[in-house]
């Protein structure tokens, strides 16, 4: 099964536009990183959590509701050998 890293702007770009201003240096963004496997998304945030991995393009008509519209493409991580009910 493939599996898939998959990163989000957590400032929504508001990171690139401030941050020469606040830090005194340029900030690309404040990342925020997840893994997709056999079409989950697994992600930390108080222990680990999943959802429909959005930027995939499966809730597109839905991203009004996802707060971070700023997506990577997805990079490849290579081929997972644990079954589905391991994850």
């Not at 404040?30 to 989950?40: L, P």
Request: one cysteine or more; a positive charge.
């Amino acid at each position: 099964m493939e599996v898939k890293l998959y990163c989000y702007d957590l400032t929504n770009g508001m990171a690139a536009m401030m941050g020469p201003s606040l830090l005194g240096r340029p900030l690309e963004a404040v990342w925020h990183t997840s893994i997709v496997a056999f079409g989950t998304e697994y992600f930390y945030g108080q222990g680990i959590m999943t959802s429909i991995p959005v930027s995939s393009g499966s809730l597109s008509g839905f991203l009004f509701f996802f707060p971070f519209t700023i997506f990577l493409p997805p990079i490849r991580a290579g081929p997972t050998l644990a079954p589905r009910a391991r994850l």
